[in-house]
């Protein structure tokens, strides 16, 4: 088994690095992070290995995930480039930075993927949406790019100029979902619901309401109408959540984190 390396085990890559060892053996991944104190600890909890440098990684490994924050890729990017071969298939996670930009650095002839995971990839409830060039690389390896991903959870083969769009609506909304989830609880407490229960319910709410609209493939506008009595409980909460622009709330933050990504 080709093996998969991970360059930056933090938030993200530790995320991978877990959802991988629902499919993977141990002996399949490692991991390198400057923060060696992070590996060490990282690996105690896994059990997988980890490597000094970068490049030792590179080496080890024919899959590689670069997990670290865009503003460290330049520096990265160019310490890499002469330890990754044409045989390596190079997975960025970076929002923002092109196929045709991590080429540039790492040489023309290197191959990329460019995918934007979730954090509920350590659970293998990740989505992940994934773009590459179809002809530079194998069956195999394209089944391996496959089973990289869906080891994490979904994934989706997008087209390159909608990737930003993917950032928005996966790669960052786990953070908004949490925002609700604690603002919904917040709210059960004030009148007097315990913290726990109040976590539970609104995050088992979150959970169900979500599978309602994968599972029964119903329209999220119908559902909602199932659970809006006439005259009832929740409309009058809908018309309060319309009233202070819930919906455009939400749009204004993909509008927010789209112009981030066109930054970077
Ligand atoms: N956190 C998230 O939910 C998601 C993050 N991403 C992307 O994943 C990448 C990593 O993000 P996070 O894990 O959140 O950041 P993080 O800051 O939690 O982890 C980055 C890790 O990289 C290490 N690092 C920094 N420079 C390095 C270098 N030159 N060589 C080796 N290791 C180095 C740091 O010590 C740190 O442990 C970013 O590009 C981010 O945009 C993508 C999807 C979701
Ligand atoms: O906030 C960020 O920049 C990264 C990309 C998607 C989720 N976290």
Same mark, same amino acid.
């Given at each position: *088994?080709?093996?998969?390396?991970?360059? $930056?085990?933090?938030?993200?890559?530790?995320?991978?690095?877990?959802?991988? !060892?629902?499919?993977?053996?141990?002996?399949?991944?490692?991991?390198?992070?400057?923060?060696?104190?992070?590996?060490?600890?990282?690996?105690?909890?896994?059990?997988?290995?980890?490597?000094?440098?970068?490049?030792?990684?590179?080496?080890?490994?024919?899959?590689?995930? !670069?997990?670290?924050?865009?503003?460290?890729?330049?520096?990265?990017?160019?310490?890499?480039? /002469?330890?990754? %071969? #044409?045989?390596?298939?190079?997975?960025?996670?970076?929002? $923002?930075?092109?196929?045709?930009?991590?080429?540039?650095?790492?040489?023309?002839?290197?191959?990329?993927?460019?995918?934007?995971?979730?954090?509920?990839?350590?659970?293998?409830?990740?989505?992940?949406?994934?773009?590459?060039?179809?002809? +530079?690389?194998?069956?195999?390896?394209?089944?391996?790019? /496959? +089973?990289?991903?869906?080891?994490?959870?979904? *994934?989706?083969?997008? #087209? #390159?100029? !909608?990737?930003?769009?993917?950032?928005?609506?996966?790669?960052? +909304?786990?953070?908004?979902?949490?925002?609700?989830?604690?603002?919904?609880?917040? +709210?059960?407490?004030?009148?007097?619901?315990?913290? /726990?229960?109040?976590?539970? *319910?609104?995050?088992?709410?979150?959970?169900?309401?979500?599978? *309602?609209?994968?599972?029964?493939? #119903?329209?999220?506008?119908? !559902?909602?109408?199932?659970?809006?009595?006439? $005259?009832?409980? %929740?409309?009058?909460?809908?018309?309060?959540?319309?009233?202070?622009?819930?919906?455009?709330?939400?749009?204004?933050?993909? /509008?927010?984190?789209?112009?981030?990504?066109?930054?970077?």
């Amino acid at each position: *088994m080709a093996k998969i390396g991970i360059i $930056g085990i933090g938030n993200m890559g530790y995320a991978i690095a877990k959802g991988l !060892l629902k499919q993977y053996g141990k002996e399949d991944i490692v991991f390198t992070d400057v923060n060696q104190d992070r590996c060490a600890q990282v690996s105690k909890e896994l059990g997988i290995d980890w490597v000094k440098t970068n490049q030792e990684c590179a080496k080890l490994a024919t899959y590689i995930v !670069l997990a670290v924050k865009p503003q460290y890729f330049d520096p990265l990017l160019e310490q890499l480039k /002469d330890t990754v %071969t #044409e045989k390596n298939v190079i997975i960025s996670i970076a929002p $923002g930075i092109t196929t045709t930009q991590l080429k540039e650095k790492l040489g023309e002839e290197k191959r990329v993927v460019r995918a934007m995971p979730n954090t509920p990839a350590l659970l293998g409830e990740g989505m992940t949406g994934v773009c590459y060039d179809e002809k +530079s690389f194998s069956d195999e390896e394209k089944h391996a790019i /496959d +089973s990289i991903f869906t080891s994490l959870g979904k *994934m989706r083969i997008v #087209e #390159e100029r !909608l990737m930003n769009a993917v950032v928005c609506v996966s790669g960052s +909304s786990p953070a908004y979902v949490y925002l609700f989830i604690e603002a919904l609880a917040d +709210s059960a407490v004030k009148y007097g619901l315990p913290r /726990d229960a109040a976590y539970e *319910m609104a995050a088992q709410a979150v959970v169900g309401s979500a599978r *309602m609209v994968l599972e029964t493939g #119903e329209h999220p506008g119908a !559902l909602k109408d199932k659970v809006c009595s006439p $005259g009832g409980t %929740t409309i009058a909460g809908v018309s309060a959540l319309e009233e202070f622009g819930f919906r455009n709330a939400v749009i204004k933050a993909s /509008d927010a984190c789209f112009k981030k990504c066109e930054k970077i």
